[in-house]
């Protein structure tokens, strides 16, 4: 997994609520054996019209919003758990997604790719919206180190959380099989012990 | 300490607490489909690592597999390319795979229970947010991402938080034409869908106790509509009975043993949970959709919300125009031309039993198409054993062969662009049953009387 170093950048907002698997990706793209390649599925029923054809206004179409940083409405990743959703994200090139809230397993998912999922209190994502909006797209800095988000050109900034053992993880770009195989005798002690057995 | 049916399950499968607020998980139970795993066995082929415990796997096809000639060659390519490198992956790593035309083949979360892999007390996962349909039966049972279904093929573990407790209990009696999927519509409207998030839930209370396996299997599967990573519901005598005689079950003195183990699965009178909710049973009546999350739901004969408050206003706008639907008008009589009755939310005997009653010496309108897809080969055989078939056909539906089919379209069963499905299924998202198609979820028995009526009618009055 790749190390999460800080980054700043162009923050490419999508202030929708409940945004699911099915439109990060959907279902018909999964019939493959790999992960490669599906940022070009990203969104793609909102990003293309029914004969394939940019739809001009959404944002992954737009020349100004280039960035590496994701913001979307509240519960962001609700539905399935096909970690396409997060292949699909990171493969397009984006390092972070900012929301006021994230599904559980997308959170996972994101987790286990590198991809940091930034949990920011509702009106500082109203405050990105809100720039985003105006003249020039908002540019945020995300520091992992410090679990602070700023957004640039103000002065406002919030401190996010993150467990520690993830933290860890996204750092040193560690992921969780590396972890577990360094438990295989633990993991045998548990099962040797065990009073009920399925 | 007062514990929960969850605390009980979960400690017990603690191997390892990790600082940092996180647990090492033991796993029971591991299921796995062609669509979330081969990229889980290449993780393992490139660093050279073997199956840890391939007696806790158990993998079938479902995803992406057709419904009609299932005794043939796969025609879409892609699909057959990720069925057979399922096969493939299971032979090789010496799998159980019950793949097309095996008898026991059907959606992963039909089969676990019907074969007595799903137990009460277990820790169960596989690559598919369904997953918590098996906590029905008293079991942890969550959904994974592939790279978790990596890490258990790998260690049989999971590195996991706590999640904190929910219980929703639902009192009293359901009224005629109540099915259990209203009831989870029912409080997935009223809760919305981020309510469950961070929880995992038990479901309790008399009108919960009162269903059938299949019944609270319908409740735990749409959990995760909440957000939650899973439901559960106390085993009790309708549990055991139903494992009694199912083909792995423990059995003879065996079961007896372990019966006095899950008889200990409750939750203790003074343990505390999270949070609670309380619904009574006879405010519940057949339940629709209107929008493009399963929370954005109305009774039968209720109207669509004009507007919703503040911050969901927008994605309101967006579902309702996505749905082509207006704000304050009623979805009764509203002429639908495609009707689903599958998905591991509602494919199970019970629910074509159900659909039959109510079609039996009927027919379906002409406007309507109406699939059947059963949820398993079993439940296909048992159906044709009692001549359900017969009854569908003569209503006009089509009965096909087990697999998720058109509740996420990844075969050919999709719902034409711009097209009212009504749906057993689970989610409305957009362009779920295939791109541009508007799906309305509601219970097998609505599903019937839609198709029937070929628009929609108030169940309650037929």
């Known amino acids: 997994m790749e190390k999460f170093k800080t980054i700043i950048s162009t923050a490419l907002p999508l202030p929708i609520n409940d945004i699911d698997t099915d439109q990060i990706i959907p279902a018909r793209y999964l019939k493959v054996t790999t992960k490669d390649g599906f940022g070009k599925f990203l969104f793609r029923d909102w990003r293309y019209d029914k004969k394939d054809q940019p739809i001009t206004d959404f944002v992954l179409n737009r020349p100004e919003y280039d960035g590496k940083i994701l913001v979307a409405g509240k519960n962001f990743g609700c539905g399935s758990s096909r970690e396409h959703a997060a292949w699909a994200i990171s493969d397009y090139g984006i390092k972070a997604v900012v929301s006021s809230f994230f599904a559980d397993i997308f959170k996972e998912n994101a987790l286990n790719n590198g991809l940091l999922p930034v949990q920011v209190s509702e009106s500082f994502l109203e405050e990105i919206f809100k720039i985003s909006a105006s003249s020039k797209p908002a540019v945020l800095k995300i520091d992992l180190e410090n679990q602070e988000i700023s957004l640039e050109d103000t002065s406002l900034s919030e401190n996010f959380e993150i467990n520690g053992y993830k933290k860890e993880c996204m750092i040193n770009g560690y992921d969780d099989i590396d972890y577990l195989l360094s438990l295989k005798k633990e993991i045998e002690d548990y099962e040797n012990n065990l009073s009920i057995t399925y | ?462």
């Open chain 2, 1 to 462: 300490m007062a514990k929960t049916l969850f605390d009980k399950v979960w400690d017990k499968h603690v191997v390892k607490q990790i600082p940092g607020g996180v647990n090492v998980l033991y796993i029971d139970l591991h299921l796995i489909h062609e669509v979330t795993s081969p990229q889980a066995f290449a993780e393992l082929e490139t660093r050279n690592l073997p199956i840890f415990r391939k007696e806790k796997m158990v993998a079938t096809a479902d995803h992406n597999v057709p419904t009609i000639n299932q005794h043939l060659e796969i025609k879409e390519e892609l699909s057959r390319f990720q069925v057979e490198k399922l096969g493939e992956n299971c032979k090789k790593h010496d799998i159980t795979y019950y793949g097309l035309g095996h008898e026991y083949q059907g959606i992963v979360h039909v089969i676990g229970p019907e074969l007595g892999l799903t137990l009460p007390g277990k820790t169960i996962v596989c690559g598919d947010s369904h997953t918590s349909t098996h906590g029905a039966f008293g079991a942890i049972a969550f959904g994974i991402g592939t790279s978790q279904v990596a890490q258990v093929m790998a260690s049989q573990c999971l590195i996991q938080t706590k999640p904190k407790t929910m219980r929703i209990t639902v009192d009293g009696k359901l009224s005629k034409g109540v099915l259990s999927k209203d009831i989870i519509l029912h409080i997935i409207s009223t809760l919305g869908v981020a309510s469950g998030t961070g929880y995992f839930i038990e479901y309790a209370g008399s009108a919960i106790q009162s269903l059938s396996m299949e019944g609270r299997m319908t409740i735990c599967n749409m959990s995760i509509e909440m957000g939650a990573r899973g439901g559960m519901i106390a085993p009790d005598e309708t549990t055991f009975e139903y494992i009694k005689g199912k083909k792995f079950a423990p059995n003879g003195s065996d079961l007896d043993d372990i019966i006095k183990y899950w008889k200990t699965l409750t939750t203790d009178n003074d343990a505390v949970f999270d949070k609670e909710h309380h619904f009574d049973a006879a405010d519940i009546s057949p339940m629709l959709t209107y929008g493009t999350n399963p929370g954005m739901g109305v009774k039968i004969d209720g109207k669509i919300p004009l507007a919703a408050s503040g911050e969901n206003e927008k994605s309101h706008k967006k579902a309702l125009d996505y749905m082509h639907l207006k704000g304050g008008d009623s979805l009764l009589g509203k002429t639908i031309n495609h009707v689903f009755i599958g998905s591991c939310t509602n494919s199970r005997i019970e629910d074509l039993r159900e659909v039959a009653n109510y079609v039996k010496g009927k027919k379906k309108a002409e406007n309507v198409s109406a699939l059947i897809v059963p949820g398993s080969k079993q439940i296909e055989q048992i159906a044709k054993k009692e001549g359900l078939d017969t009854i569908f056909k003569e209503a006009g539906f089509s009965l096909r062969e087990p697999g998720c089919s058109a509740c996420l379209a990844m075969n050919e069963d999709k719902v034409p662009n711009g097209e009212y499905c009504v749906s057993t299924s689970n989610r409305n998202f957009e362009g779920r049953q295939g791109p541009g198609s508007r799906t309305i979820l509601a219970s097998p028995l609505v599903a019937a009387a839609t198709a029937i009526a070929g628009k929609i009618i108030d169940v309650r009055n037929s």
